[in-house]
């Protein structure tokens, strides 16, 4: 069975209670008892669910799946370097956060569940509306007003109310959080469960190179729900001794908005604060993530790094991308224009795509 621990009091709570934090307001773990196992794939399931066993909801009639996962992992050149970027743009509703969206809103199913709430720069929210359009339940996204016009359109045709909340993306969070008081707050950045559904993106690249781990991963990070999950993830394949270590984690930051690189900067354990400029990153436009002091530490434990991107570099990477025929979001080019300026090799990266340029209303 799988259990809650508080990041505060290390207090226990039941997987089976509808919580997403502890009562003094602090961050809650999953902890999991069912290891990753090989020989437990399900091989004629070419979805993220083929892990199934390593998943943990209770109850196989509450999944809910759109079939997704098992994105291509396909070798790409800039600059005559060769990369390996797996395309997680092609997820149902356009970016990788189909892939939690799916696990936390199964586990809200089986926890009987009907209206759910969530905050999100556009693309969490339009992943959590689509799972819940085909779980038939109720629900309510709360985006910054100025989120992408063609994500809120998504957001409000998967039938999901959606609240447009002028300031900052933290300001939308706020008010979402202010409103899960009395209903389930399906939150990307909150729910441990979300990142129960992320982790399947390790066992996926994993798998795709022969049951080996890849010289390092780099991610655009704002709350770190990709990041995080994949740390999760690989640290399971390696207590199962698949993999021997967690590859180096890098992680990419919008120049305008980069608490976390200004914490790594400073050798600082939580996100340092500045002030923050509008970047056309708008996906990890986050001030102050609320798994800062998580993120920081997993890059830290995988000897990896932060990297920060100007919008001229974004703007650069994001038509490189566009030119091989990868259309993007300018959030995902960030990891493509963070790999152009590591100096420290580390071999050959695996770079997540984690959008669709199709949503970002780019010209
Ligand atoms: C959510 C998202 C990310 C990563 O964001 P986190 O805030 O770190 O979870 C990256 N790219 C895109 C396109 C996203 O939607």
């Known amino acids: 069975m799988a259990y809650f621990v508080s990041q505060l009091t290390g207090e ?159 300001a939308t969070a706020e008010v979402a959080k202010q409103s899960a008081n009395n209903c389930f707050y399906a939150s990307h950045v909150w729910n441990p469960y979300f990142l129960q559904g992320t982790k399947t993106f390790a066992f996926e690249v994993c798998e795709q190179l022969g049951w080996t781990a890849p010289d390092c991963i780099i991610i655009p990070t704002g709350n770190g729900t990709l990041l995080l999950g994949a740390y999760i993830g690989f640290g399971e394949l390696v207590d199962a001794g698949v993999i021997q270590c967690i590859p180096p984690l890098i992680a990419v930051q919008s120049a305008g908005c980069a608490p976390l690189y200004n914490a790594w900067l400073r050798d600082a354990t939580g996100p340092v604060l500045d002030e923050t400029q509008s970047t056309m990153a708008e996906g990890i436009a986050i001030a102050d993530p609320a798994r800062g002091s998580e993120i920081l530490a997993a890059v830290r434990a995988t000897d990896g790094e932060f990297v920060a991107v100007s919008e001229n570099e974004i703007r650069t990477a994001h038509q490189q991308c566009a030119a091989q025929g990868l259309f993007v979001e300018p959030t995902s080019a960030t990891a493509i224009a963070g790999w152009q300026k590591l100096e420290h090799n580390y071999g050959m990266p695996v770079i997540p795509l984690t959008g669709s340029g199709l949503k970002s209303g780019l010209r």
Not at 109 to 132: P, Q
């Open 12 to 170: 226990r709570f039941s997987a089976d209670d509808a919580v997403w934090c502890d009562p003094q307001g602090g961050l809650l773990d999953l902890i999991t008892e069912q290891p990753f196992l090989h020989e437990r794939i399900v091989t004629d399931d070419f979805s993220m669910w083929r892990y199934r066993h390593a998943i943990p909801i209770d109850d196989d009639e509450a999944i809910i799946s759109f079939g997704e996962g098992m994105t291509p992992l396909i070798e790409v050149e800039f600059a005559g370097t060769a990369i390996l970027v797996k395309l997680e743009y092609l997820f149902p509703t356009g970016s990788y956060k189909d892939r939690g969206a799916s696990v936390l809103i199964s586990q809200a199913r089986r926890l009987g569940i009907n209206r759910v709430i969530e905050d999100s720069s556009g693309n969490a929210g339009s992943a959590i509306a689509a799972y819940c359009a085909r779980a038939g339940m109720d629900c309510d996204i709360y985006a910054p007003a100025s989120t992408s016009p063609s994500k809120i359109t998504q957001i409000e045709k998967f039938g999901a109310t959606c609240h447009q909340v002028p300031g900052s993306r933290d």
